[in-house]
């Protein structure tokens, strides 16, 4: 494997939205490589745009791309050992998430401006964004899914701090589901499109007309 060093990065918002998105679909390999994963059609360009040049700005690094045989998934690669070993020094450890219970770090915790961004990344990944048909059409919902409850825990208390309403977590420990938060107020999903926002288009194509006179960058 060759070994890439790194531009060592400052605390700033887009690297805290990095970490948000490797907490979300990014995978830590000990003393090898960080690796994102996304699905080859509908993430397509979020994983090869905007996480590849949010990976090069940040890291100096040219990231690799793969595309799985059988399933739909596109992986892009980071490969460097002094990148895992930086990021364990920020607060990301190499391994299974859910295991380690790794959670946001204190320094994005304690910045309203870097937990917006993380809360990005996250949601970037691990959300979802639906129209509540056929029963409520013109109302949709905002969810968020994590197998680690204490993230998921972490990300509803931080959006109740930025005064949205938030559901309490669903589906603990029932089978074949895994744990959820909801945004459902439409004052709520607004706030959250132009406060907040996405970065992925899948999220924005479906959302975007809610907000028009917004950007929805954050």
Excluded at 20 to 32: A, N, P, R, S
Excluded at 124 to 139: A, F, I, M, Q, R
Excluded at 184 to 191: D, F, G, I, L, S
Aim: charged share 20%.
């Amino acid at each position: 494997m060759l070994l890439k060093r790194i531009k060592v990065p400052n605390k700033s918002e887009e690297l805290a939205e990095f970490v948000g998105i490797v907490l979300g679909d990014g995978h830590i390999e000990h003393d090898k490589m960080v690796r994102i994963v996304g699905n080859s059609k509908s993430d397509y360009e979020y994983i090869t745009i905007h996480v590849a040049n949010l990976s090069m700005n940040l890291f100096g690094i040219e990231p690799r791309f793969h595309l799985h045989k059988t399933f739909n998934a596109i992986y892009l690669s980071l490969s460097s050992k002094e990148l895992v070993l930086y990021l364990s020094e920020i607060g990301l450890k190499s391994g299974n998430k859910t295991i380690n219970q790794v959670t946001m770090p204190d320094w994005i915790c304690n910045n309203g401006c870097f937990l917006k961004a993380c809360i990005r990344g996250l949601y970037d990944t691990d959300g979802s964004v639906y129209e509540l048909l056929p029963h409520w059409p013109g109302l949709f919902q905002i969810c968020f899914t994590a197998k680690n409850i204490k993230l998921l825990n972490q990300v509803r208390e931080a959006l109740l701090s930025f005064g949205y309403n938030v559901s309490q977590i669903s589906n603990i420990g029932k089978e074949n589901t895994t744990p959820r938060i909801y945004i459902t107020r439409k004052e709520c999903v607004r706030k959250f499109y132009s406060d907040i926002g996405f970065k992925n288009p899948k999220h924005n194509k479906k959302i975007a007309h809610l907000a028009p006179s917004s950007s929805g960058q954050g």
